[in-house]
């Protein structure tokens, strides 16, 4: 019987060895265990055309209930059992992570977690933004080290196009201002996708220049089945590099560590940093260390994965304790072989890929 596939009171725990203390947890291409991106919601309110495209997310469709999402105690009994097992790093996603009321008592959940070595674990958030600017103090005080604000465009009219809303780029930016003054660091992500709003790119580099803030340029992806993704759209991150470098001259920043996903490039003038994601031209499968957890308790190896791993199940068994959570959370993690960036075009796509809204990006 698949995983999926358990009974409900299934309590059931793959035997496995694990690595003793100090060692990574790796799996099948050794690759360690490091990052887990908790998405705590599967709603959202934009309807960007590359997530959540208004012609399937429509208002009759059905989110999931109160009752299936994991409570913030199952949310942080996993986030425990991982970084026991090796995770540093922990993003909060959604959907739109901010909808999920009192999100600031989870956030004090997790900012109290520490690595085996003591070190405090790195808590941060992706959000739109919109909720951001009354929010921001609060987030900061129960802990959260750094927020992430996706911005796909600087002009009005076309930031609510792509967003299908009635959200101002005002409100976006308010957040990003109201975040700084209470001195949570921020990074704008930007998806660029060619003939909708790739001559936002240099007008984008120009604003959040000086600002502090790290902009990142993110390439089109194919994730979901929804998103109506063609390669044709695709602007890679060699030419967002070569348009803004014609206007602002960059130079390569060394990678921060093993698995960061974007490359870095500080301008020559001193004027700041930019990333750029480059999930299709160059696949950065080989040093991903990311695990994803979705609202309703299923651990995914892959942002391109086509099915998850149940721990609410389990959690809700009787008899079931945080060492036997650990293991089964070891046992397909070990397990794991997903590279599915660096297969993209060989007939290896699966049937039906999860969709980002739900798992996060």
């Known amino acids: 019987?698949?995983?999926?596939?358990?009974?409900?009171?299934?309590?059931?725990?793959?035997?496995?060895?694990?690595?003793?203390?100090?060692?990574?947890?790796?799996?099948?291409?050794?690759?360690?265990?490091?990052?887990?991106?908790?998405?705590?919601?599967?709603?959202?309110?934009?309807?960007?055309?590359?997530?959540?495209?208004?012609?399937?997310?429509?208002?009759?469709?059905?989110?999931?209930?109160?009752?299936?999402?994991?409570?913030?105690?199952?949310?942080?009994?996993?986030?425990?059992?991982?970084?026991?097992?090796g995770v540093e790093k922990i993003r909060l996603t959604g959907g739109e992570p901010l909808l999920r009321k009192k999100l600031e008592r989870l956030v004090a959940m997790l900012a109290t977690l520490r690595t085996p070595a003591g070190k405090p674990v790195e808590l941060t958030l992706t959000?739109?933004?919109?909720?951001?600017?009354?929010?921001?103090?609060?987030?900061?005080?129960?802990?959260?080290?750094?927020?992430?604000?996706?911005?796909?465009?600087?002009?009005?009219?076309?930031f609510e196009r792509m967003s299908d809303s009635k959200v101002t780029v005002a409100t976006v930016l308010e957040?990003?201002?109201?975040?700084?003054?209470?001195?949570?660091?921020?990074?704008?992500?930007?998806?660029?996708?060619?003939?909708?709003?790739?001559?936002?790119?240099?007008?984008?580099?120009?604003?959040?220049?000086?600002?502090?803030?790290?902009l990142r340029f993110i390439e089109f992806m194919d994730v979901g089945s929804t998103n109506g993704w063609n390669l044709a759209e695709v602007v890679t991150g060699a030419e967002v590099l070569q348009a803004i470098g014609q206007r602002f001259p960059v130079e390569p920043v060394k990678a921060g560590y093993r698995g960061e996903v974007a490359s870095r490039w500080r301008y020559v003038d001193g004027a700041g940093e930019i990333g750029v994601i480059t999930s299709v031209s160059q696949p950065f499968c080989g040093d991903c260390t990311r695990a994803r957890l979705s609202p309703d308790g299923k651990l995914f190896?892959?942002?391109?994965?086509?099915?998850?791993?149940?721990?609410?199940?389990l959690m809700r068994a009787e008899n079931v304790d945080d060492e036997q959570l650990a293991a089964r959370m070891a046992?397909?993690?070990?397990?794991?072989?997903?590279?599915?960036?660096?297969l993209r075009g060989h007939n290896t796509k699966p049937l039906h890929k999860v969709e980002m809204s739900y798992i996060g990006g």
Request: proline residues 5%; contains cysteine.
């Open 1 to 85: 019987m698949s995983d999926d596939h358990r009974p409900a009171n299934s309590q059931h725990v793959d035997p496995v060895i694990l690595p003793k203390p100090g060692e990574p947890l790796l799996d099948t291409r050794r690759r360690p265990l490091r990052d887990l991106r908790i998405s705590v919601t599967d709603k959202c309110n934009f309807r960007c055309t590359y997530c959540m495209p208004r012609e399937v997310f429509g208002a009759d469709y059905q989110f999931m209930p109160q009752s299936a999402l994991l409570t913030f105690e199952e949310i942080a009994r996993v986030t425990r059992a991982a970084v026991q097992l």
């Open 127 to 158: 959000t739109n933004g919109t909720l951001l600017a009354k929010m921001a103090k609060g987030l900061k005080e129960a802990g959260l080290n750094r927020v992430t604000v996706s911005l796909d465009a600087l002009d009005d009219d076309l």
């Open 175 to 214: 957040g990003i201002d109201a975040s700084a003054r209470v001195g949570l660091p921020v990074k704008i992500n930007m998806v660029v996708r060619k003939g909708m709003n790739d001559a936002q790119v240099v007008p984008m580099a120009e604003h959040f220049r000086h600002s502090g803030h790290i």
């Open 301 to 313: 190896l892959c942002l391109f994965a086509d099915h998850g791993y149940d721990l609410r199940a």
């Open 331 to 342: 046992s397909v993690w070990m397990g794991r072989d997903d590279h599915y960036s660096e």
